[in-house]
């Protein structure tokens, strides 16, 4: 009985053991020689879903040297059915995400995105609910969810960030940074890759201040109250190079003080 495998269907046939060497000598015996591989049409993406919360970005003034604001969170998450993993490979699963920000190498048309990384999973956005790892032989398919999310929670001083003095300056904070994130099946030790699904957010934040006012009540939001949802592609766009390794977003960014008159200054340089 030799078995002649179709998408999920496995056909199976009563045939003279005459025709089974035959095909052996013409090309090669699955079950005995043929090594099965990863492809896409093998592995199946089900329940894709992409948000962002419906809450408005909080603003924290607690402190006299620095306010704080706390955006919503953006979620992926996906259930993915993986075909059974030959021997001697290991496979991972995950997300991975690049930003695209004011970033020097960006700004400078240098790359075309830089990795959101963790800083120690590359190229993963994470390594503990994002990623998945299966290491053959498996014997059969594996079903496995894997999920994310991020936010932004940094501090801007209320002072100028190049002067000694700590008299509240600060009148306007602006953001707007975009992502790009993939759900992707990688090789672990040959590094290809299979991108399975494509998603691409943005982030915005618009936080005027008055320096004048007591604190706890300089600051507040102007524009949209709510954030705008994710695209999920219908399409999957490829992932550049600069996305997959050092250095990450957190470690590139730059604190720059640009002044209406004169030469930028770099305050914090990168890592």
Same mark, same amino acid.
């Given at each position: 009985m030799?078995?002649?495998a179709r998408g999920p269907v496995l056909l199976s046939y009563l045939v003279p053991l005459s025709a089974v060497l035959l095909a052996s000598t013409m090309g090669c015996l699955q079950s005995i020689a043929c090594k099965p591989r990863i492809r896409r049409e093998n592995i199946?993406?089900?329940?894709?879903?992409?948000?962002?919360?419906?809450?408005? &970005?909080?603003?924290?003034?607690?402190?006299?040297?620095?306010?704080?604001y706390k955006t919503p969170y953006f979620r992926a998450s996906a259930g993915i059915v993986?075909?059974?993993?030959p021997r001697?490979?290991?496979?991972?699963?995950?997300?991975?995400?690049?930003?695209?920000?004011?970033l020097p190498e960006l700004r400078e048309g240098r790359v075309k995105a830089i990795s959101d990384s963790d800083g120690g999973s590359y190229p993963w956005y994470g390594n503990t609910t994002e990623t998945v790892t299966l290491t053959g032989p498996t014997s059969k398919a594996s079903r496995l969810t894997v999920c994310m999310n991020d936010n932004f929670y940094p501090s801007v001083t209320w002072a100028v960030p190049i002067s000694n003095s700590n008299t509240a300056?600060? &009148?306007h904070i602006t953001r707007d940074q975009s992502f790009i994130t993939w759900l992707v099946a990688m090789n672990a030790v040959t590094k290809e890759r299979i991108v399975l699904q494509t998603v691409r957010w943005r982030m915005r934040v618009d936080i005027a201040v008055?320096?004048?006012?007591?604190?706890?009540?300089?600051?507040?939001?102007?524009?949209?109250?709510h954030h705008e949802q994710p695209h999920i592609l219908n399409y999957q766009e490829p992932i550049p190079p600069n996305a997959l390794g050092r250095p990450n977003a957190n470690d590139a960014q730059v604190l720059m003080w640009r002044p209406r008159r004169g030469p930028p200054l770099v305050v914090i340089p990168p890592k």
């Open positions: 030799c078995g002649l199946v993406v089900y329940e894709v879903s992409a948000s962002v919360d419906q809450c408005p &970005t909080v603003i924290e003034e607690n402190s006299p040297i620095v306010l704080r993986m075909p059974p993993v001697n490979e290991t496979w991972v699963v995950g997300w991975i995400q690049a930003s695209s920000w004011e300056m600060l &009148t008055d320096p004048d006012r007591p604190l706890g009540t300089r600051a507040s939001l102007v524009g949209r109250a």
